[in-house]
């Protein structure tokens, strides 16, 4: 091929269509779990988290229900993925063996919000929510004046008992007026390892010859980013509009290329580099609407809200 600015043109074309039928191909996740937030400046910030309003009885004046004194904000990342071709190749006629790396960028760009989210929930243990505490943690302030001590987290690997705990845990959370925020989990995530006890609990008809009384009480979703935690398993609500987790999206992905003769990376180089960059992060949402376990428990006894479990 002659390198000239139309020809690069048509090959940039040719390029960004096989990278962007990658991306709309890949099937995300992270929609399940998180919510979405647009973003337009370096930080967001979510004065609002901590705060589920509930309807009551209209009785004399309005009761305005006050933001709590809360401060958490997302800070936005920048992340790039950059290729370079040599002109010589596209000279050769060879710049088709490129095409497929284009497409695995596609893929990857799809898959970086995927990629966010799960790497925040793994983190949950240690990293702090709006209330300053780990977002899994075996303290939150909840109940009326945020007078209850109340724990989303274990240490317990995935079973029967850890799933019936899990479950009862996040039904029970109350509001800061001491009623019920009637959450009810509805997605089990697990790592691959996790996998067949996961669908044991959720689909089998009997356990150990007893009845399930837990099928389907769940949706699963096996998470391949939790591969490196394998004994690690989250229960999350998330049919509420608003979801455990939060996406913040600055600037979507986008594809560019420099081609000119004059940009450094030709004129130096001799080669053409094509780069896709974006702005976003992830964080955490409300605490009451997950529960994560390390699995890291071992020995014979394990604990949790205050009922001890023997397997």
Known sequence: MFVNQANLRGLNVTFSTAYNKAFDGVK?????????????????????LGQLPQMKEWVGEREIQKMAAYGYSIKNKKFEMTVSVPRDDIEDDQYGVYTPLFSNMGEAAAEHPDTLVFETMKKGFTEKCYDGKPFFATDHPSGEGGKTPTSNMSHLKLSTDSYEAARTAIMSVTGDKGKSLNLVPDLLVV????????RLILKADQIEGTTNVYKDTAELLVATELADKPDA????????????FIFQKRKPVELTALTRNNDENVFMRDEIVWGADARSNAGYGFWQMAYGSDGTARGSDGEIGGILYRW
């Open 28 to 48: 995300t996740n992270y929609e399940k779990i998180a919510t979405t937030v647009p973003s337009t400046t370096a930080e967001t910030d979510y004065k609002w």
């Open 191 to 198: 790592a691959p390892a996790n996998e067949k006890m996961a």
């Open 233 to 244: 398993w989250f229960l999350l609500c998330t049919n509420k509009f608003l979801k455990p």
